[in-house]
């Protein structure tokens, strides 16, 4: 391992050089991946990626644009919205730069809103269908992974091929089919590929505001009733509580499970949205007898077992939405009937007595949002049908005290008896039940160069969960200091400390990075701790990660290359760290670190011309010898290789 350590050593010192700092597409998607696995949340990275290049490659008006229009961008909250808004109506953009003026936008969020921002003239011309296919744009996106795995003898290459047609933010359609590792190309329920998806999305036709048909997402209020939105962490939440994106959207990706097929539309009648929806699809689950314990969302169908399983349940899914906007407020009521073929009966725990039983479920809820000022109020209240009817609340405020400091508070009451299952609202548990809790976060920037956050929640589970056989309480705090020494050197310092009687009694988790931009060149270093007391163990158990991110953009030639080198020491599971890494286009990769070794990648990407795009990324985890052997692996390495070939015209 000593060959590791000198590596290492040398790269950190490689990367003490400094320049000029720009921003990239990439940068912005690879900042809000980190930020979702700090907070231990795993969004839909492929839809998020897919959305936001999509606004890169046809950007926003900002002459033009809708308060929902800069929705869709991640890293805005709703004050900084409110606040372009107001400068462009005083002063109509010429140019991007102008952005740099608005008050609210530190230097890395302007960076960022300048890669999805155009300044140009309002289009006040109609448009004709003729235009809708003369300006449209065309991907083909053809990807083949190859990987081995231990103990796994199947087929390894995992494939998937997408078409999709977008023209002026009016007409979407596409066309997904994908394959996993293992899958045979024929079964008595696959044919080809093992998945198969498709989508169409018209906007703004008349009093339509959207039409969809296939494969798509609703998303209304903070998620008690119905979410298909991408939500992030708690410290995120900072920038992702102004209700979000609202409404219906198409759905490209390769997730078999986390999304609706049928028809849907949105009605506007000037301030009034009316949106109505209908989906139905097989899902996969264990039905036995006309029950099921669960769904199975894995999306896997190689085995003789996992194929008997694939679509055995029909799920019938209606909902309408009703909201109304005018000027800073907005309110709205959501309901939905979810009808299930079979009985859904979770097979009896300790921990499960409140969960949902039966083939039919209601759930009704009502939502609303007002800003005055630097204050936001917003919240949302939900009753699901159940053995007997539960309630579902989230309450918070968004306060700026001044222009630099921000405030959060954020309140949730779900009661035992709520468990609507298409919530997907904030909390502590996996799961909108049984719980209470207090949520406050802070974020200070009136330091030059400094940035100041902190959060911290309190909750409290009134009966058993997951490992925890009797009421807790619990709480976490999150530290985070980020520190832009000069303009190409940053360094970022995170502390995380949590505490939940039950399942464990302390986890601490420290994270530092130290980035350095110089020309073409950018390096990234990270030391990374975790620090467990479980309970079952006699004492506490310590894992690290050192890595170093090295990337160079050829000046001549379209080639951006990215590698990875890291060495991680985690023996205890309880332990184990999570690590985003770059991949190809509409992948993403997040390798649980644990045991001992080493890890490397080398990721690239060449744009051959405006036409064809390829992308190629080899990556390997070596472990030690006297580790695998402690745990009974026989395999030392284990390697991936992504391909995708993209074609656009």
């Known amino acids: 391992m000593r060959r590791w350590h000198t590596i290492g050593f040398l790269l950190c010192a490689i990367s003490y050089l400094a320049a000029q700092n720009d921003y990239t597409l990439p940068h912005v998607i690879e900042d809000i991946y980190a930020t979702a696995l700090e907070e231990g949340m795993t969004p839909d990275f492929e839809e998020l990626q897919e959305n936001l290049l999509l606004l890169h490659e046809q950007k926003i008006n900002i002459n033009q644009a809708t308060p929902d229009d800069l929705r869709q961008l991640y890293f805005l909250n709703e004050e900084q919205i409110g606040k372009i808004f107001v400068y462009r109506d005083q002063h109509p953009l010429h140019s991007v730069y102008e952005l740099q003026l608005i008050p609210g936008l530190s230097e890395w969020e302007y960076r960022f809103l300048a890669l999805f921002v155009e300044a140009g003239e309002p289009e006040k011309e109609k448009t004709y269908i003729r235009d809708l296919f003369r300006l449209a744009k065309h991907e083909i996106d053809w990807r083949i992974d190859a990987r081995n795995l231990e103990g796994f003898s199947g087929d390894p290459v995992y494939t998937s091929l997408r078409y999709q047609f977008r023209s002026m ?25 093992d998945h198969y998806g498709g989508y169409l999305q018209l906007n703004d036709v008349g009093h339509f505001a959207t039409i969809v048909a296939g494969d798509y997402r609703a998303n209304f209020g903070l998620g008690l009733v119905v979410s298909g939105q991408t939500r992030f962490g708690k410290t995120a939440y900072l920038n992702d509580m102004s209700l979000g994106r609202q409404g219906l959207r198409k759905y490209g990706g390769t997730n078999e499970t986390n999304f609706f097929r049928g028809v849907g539309t949105t009605l506007r009648f000037g301030p009034l949205d009316a949106t109505f929806w209908y989906s139905y699809k097989k899902v996969d689950a264990n039905l036995q007898k006309g029950a099921f314990p669960s769904f199975i969302t894995t999306g896997l169908h190689r085995t003789p077992t996992e194929i008997s399983r694939k679509k055995t349940v029909g799920q019938h899914i209606i909902g309408a939405n009703l909201t109304y906007n005018w000027r800073n407020l907005r309110v709205g009521i959501t309901a939905t009937e979810n009808l299930l073929s079979d009985t859904l009966h979770p097979k009896p725990t300790y921990y499960n007595s409140h969960y949902f039983v039966g083939k039919r479920q209601a759930t009704v809820g009502a939502y609303a949002y007002y800003a005055y000022g630097r204050m936001q109020l917003f919240g949302e209240v939900a ?31 779900y009661s035992p008896w709520f468990d609507n299952l298409l919530a997907d609202a904030f909390g502590e548990s996996s799961r909108n039940n049984d719980e209470l809790g207090f949520f406050a976060s802070t974020e200070v ?33 999150i530290g985070d200091v980020g520190w832009q020494v000069v303009k ?66 050829f000046a001549r030639t379209p080639i951006v290359l990215q590698t990875r080198l890291e060495w991680f020491d985690v023996r205890n599971w309880n332990n184990r760290i999570y690590a985003y890494e770059n991949d190809i286009l509409y992948a993403f990769n997040i390798p649980a670190l644990y045991g001992q070794g080493g890890r ?37 390495t284990q390697t991936d290789i992504h391909l995708l070939l993209r074609i656009v015209f």
């Open 169 to 193: 933010h009016k007409l979407e359609f596409g066309i997904t089919a994908e394959r996993d590792p293992g899958e045979p190309f024929a079964s008595p329920k696959t044919f080809g590929f």
């Open 383 to 413: 009753v699901a049908q159940n053995k007997k009817w539960g309630v579902g609340t989230l309450v918070g405020s968004s306060i700026s005290v001044a222009p630099d400091v921000r405030l959060l508070m954020l309140g949730r009451y």
């Open 445 to 477: 920037r009136c330091v030059k160069n400094w940035r100041f956050a902190l959060s911290a929640d309190v909750f409290y589970f009134s009966g058993p969960k997951y490992r925890i056989h009797e009421s807790t309480v619990g709480c976490e705090w």
């Open 488 to 553: 190409p050197l940053s360094m970022a310092l995170k502390l995380r400390w949590k505490r939940t009687k039950g399942a464990y009694q302390d986890k601490c988790q420290a994270r530092y990075l130290l980035n350095i931009e110089s020309g073409n060149w950018r390096f990234e270093t990270a030391l990374e701790g975790s620090l467990c007391n479980y309970d079952e163990e006699k004492r506490p158990s310590l894992g690290g990660v050192i890595r170093q991110n090295v990337e160079y953009r």
């Open 600 to 636: 490397w990648y080398v990721n690239a990407r060449y744009k051959i011309n405006e036409h064809f795009g390829l992308y190629l990324k080899v990556a390997e985890t070596v472990y030690t010898r006297k580790w695998a052997a402690s745990a009974g692996r026989k395999c030392l």
